[in-house]
C-alpha cells in the first residue's frame, strides 16, 4: 500500500493551494481516504474523508467552506483544494486510507496507512 502526497508550497494569507494524493497497492473502491494535517506541537488533525463507492464526503468543522475533497477513481487519487488559506492552516498534510466506511469527520486512529506528508506553509 502506497499513498504519496504532492502539493504542499508556501502560499500568502488568502490564497489557494490544491494538494494531490495518490493511492496504489490496494482496492480504491473499498477504502475511504481522508486527509489530515499536523501543526508543530499539536496533535493530528482529521480535516475531510470521502468514500470513492458513494462520493460522500465529510468534513471537520473548522475547515468546511473553505477545503474540499474530491476523488477520481480512474486515476486512483483524491485531492484536496483549500481555499482562503490562513496561517494557523500551516501544518503538515497527511493523506491515509481507512478499510472502513467514513460516516463523519475521520479519526486518526481509525486510518492504517498513510502518506509522507506535504507541508504546507501560509505567510502574512
Known amino acids: 500500500v502506497q499513498l504519496v502526497e504532492s502539493g504542499g508550497g508556501m502560499v500568502q494569507a488568502g490564497g489557494s493551494l490544491g494538494l494531490s494524493c495518490a493511492a496504489s497497492?490496494?482496492?480504491?473502491?473499498?477504502?475511504?481516504i481522508g486527509w489530515f494535517r499536523q501543526a508543530p506541537g499539536k496533535e493530528r488533525e482529521g480535516l475531510a474523508c470521502?468514500?470513492?463507492?458513494?462520493?460522500?464526503?465529510y468534513y471537520t468543522q473548522s475547515i468546511k467552506g473553505r477545503f474540499t475533497i474530491s476523488s477520481n477513481d480512474a486515476k486512483n487519487t483524491v485531492y484536496l483544494q483549500m481555499n482562503s488559506l490562513k496561517s494557523e492552516d500551516t501544518a503538515v498534510y497527511y493523506c491515509?486510507?481507512?478499510?472502513?466506511?467514513?460516516?463523519?469527520?475521520?479519526?486518526?486512529?481509525?486510518?492504517?496507512?498513510w502518506g509522507q506528508g506535504t507541508q504546507v506553509t501560509t505567510v502574512s
Open positions: 491515509a486510507a481507512d478499510y472502513y466506511y467514513c460516516s463523519g469527520p475521520p479519526d486518526p486512529a481509525r486510518f492504517d496507512y
Open positions: 497497492g490496494f482496492t480504491f473502491e473499498d477504502y475511504s
Open positions: 470521502t468514500n470513492s463507492g458513494d462520493d460522500s464526503t
